[in-house]
Every structure is written in structure tokens, then in C-alpha cells.
Nanobody
């Protein structure tokens, strides 16, 4: 199983970025998927999750209304559209596969991180 995150970069406050997570080596459409982030000197935190079929989406309160998670099972890819970015969104973003439900299971595979930097 491989998860490859991309799309990070430097953006000004109020700007937008779209992250991608390309999956391979497993039946992508069978798994719930999640985005996490980790800022310097902070613990990793949940950002957003999406059910295997895309019908269920879940967000951290800090990003609700600004970020949108989606997936394209035909392309084995998950996305995170990030709008109205704030300096506090600066972090390395990771995609991960949940081995069970988003709320109650752990992650069994992690992608590489992609760095998002929001300048003030």
C-alpha cells in the first residue's frame, strides 16, 4: 500500500490550495480515508475524513466551512480543497487509511507529508 500526498506550498492568508493523495496497492474504494496535519512543535491532529463511498464527510471544527474533502475512487485519489487559509493552518499534511470507521479506528497506512505554509 502506498499513499502519496502532494499539492502543498506557500500561500498568503486567505488563499487556497488543493492537496491530493494518490493511493496504490490496495482497493482504495473499500477504505475510509483521512487527512491529518502536524504543525511544528504540536501534536498531530485530525483534519477531515471521508467514507469509502464518499457519502460521509467529517471535519475538525477548526476547518469546517473552509476545507472540503473529496475522493475519486476511479482515480484512486483523495483530495482536500483548502480555502480561506489562515496562518494557523501552516503544517505538514498527511493522508492516511483507516482500518475501520473514521471515528473509532486507527490508521494502518500513512502517506508522506506535504507542507502547507500560510504567510500572514
Amino acid at each position: 500500500v502506498q499513499l502519496q500526498a502532494s499539492g502543498g506550498g506557500l500561500v498568503q492568508t486567505g488563499g487556497s490550495l488543493r492537496l491530493s493523495c494518490a493511493a496504490s496497492g490496495h482497493t482504495f474504494s473499500s477504505y475510509n480515508m483521512v487527512w491529518f496535519r502536524q504543525a511544528p512543535a504540536k501534536e498531530r491532529e485530525f483534519v477531515a475524513g471521508i467514507s469509502w463511498g464518499g457519502g460521509g464527510t467529517y471535519y475538525a471544527n477548526s476547518v469546517k466551512g473552509r476545507f472540503t474533502i473529496s475522493r475519486d475512487n476511479a482515480e484512486n485519489t483523495m483530495y482536500l480543497q483548502m480555502n480561506s487559509l489562515k496562518p494557523e493552518d501552516t503544517a505538514t499534511y498527511y493522508c492516511a487509511r483507516a482500518w475501520g470507521t473514521i471515528a473509532n479506528s486507527g490508521m494502518d497506512y500513512w502517506g508522506n507529508g506535504t507542507l502547507v505554509t500560510v504567510s500572514s
